[in-house]
Structure formats: C-alpha cells, structure tokens
C-alpha cells in the first residue's frame, strides 16, 4: 500500500507541476495564466510534502498526507470554479486536466480515509 500512495502522490505532483509549466508557456503556447502558474506549483508543493510525510513513516504521516490531498483539492476546485465562470483559460485540455486532478485527489483521499493501516 505504501508503494501505490507513493506512486499516486507522485503522479499527482508531476501533474501539477507540467500544468504550472503548461500555464508558464513552456510545455504548450496559448495556455498561459499567471495564477494557474503559482496555484499549481503551490499545489504541487503541497503534494510533494504529502508525499515526504509517507516516506518518514511517523504517527502523523496519514494526517499530513490527507490534509495535502484535502488542499490540493480545494485549490484545485477553486480552479475548476474560476473556469465555469470564465476566469482564465477555457480550453478542452484545461476541462479534461482538472477533471483528472479531481478524479485522482478524490481517489486518494478515499483510499487514505478508508485504509486506517496506512502510513502513518
């Protein structure tokens, strides 16, 4: 189990991080949003302290790793909102990207909340 978490924390973060990247003009042109750069590279941060905190295998591992799930999917609702009212860019690979975010935050929110054996 350890090493699926892992695994997850570890696509999430790549995820947001080429989105920051997508949104900083340097994996795609025509994406670029200055506050989906910093929203995103935030979130990946938060995500790869998530995943240093399995790593170190202490009482509060679990708790960290939920609480970064849990902010990575706030930040990452808020984004979603911001493109339902128009805020940004509204492209089919932003549609297709947070719905991906979402489905893989939820995932492992569930998986940590209903595994009370895992890390931590």
């Known amino acids: 189990?350890?090493?699926?978490?892992?695994?997850?924390?570890?696509?999430?973060?790549?995820?947001?991080?080429?989105?920051?990247?997508?949104?900083?003009?340097?994996?795609l042109q025509g994406h670029?949003?200055?506050?989906?750069?910093?929203?995103?590279a935030v979130i990946s941060a938060v995500l790869f302290f998530g995943l240093i905190s399995l790593s170190l295998d202490r009482p509060w591992s679990r708790t960290a790793a939920i609480s970064a799930q849990s902010v990575a999917l706030l930040g990452t609702l808020v984004g979603a909102?911001?493109?339902?009212?128009?805020?940004?860019?509204?492209?089919?690979l932003d549609y297709i990207?947070?719905?991906?975010?979402?489905?893989?935050l939820v995932t492992g929110l569930v998986w940590l909340a209903r595994n009370p054996n895992a890390p931590g």
């Open 1 to 27: 189990m350890r090493l699926a978490l892992a695994i997850l924390f570890l696509i999430e973060n790549c995820l947001y991080a080429i989105a920051s990247l997508t949104h900083a003009g340097f994996v």
């Open 32 to 40: 670029e949003h200055r506050p989906a750069i910093i929203a995103e």
């Open 81 to 92: 909102f911001t493109i339902a009212v128009g805020v940004g860019p509204q492209t089919r």
């Open 97 to 104: 990207t947070h719905a991906v975010m979402i489905l893989l």
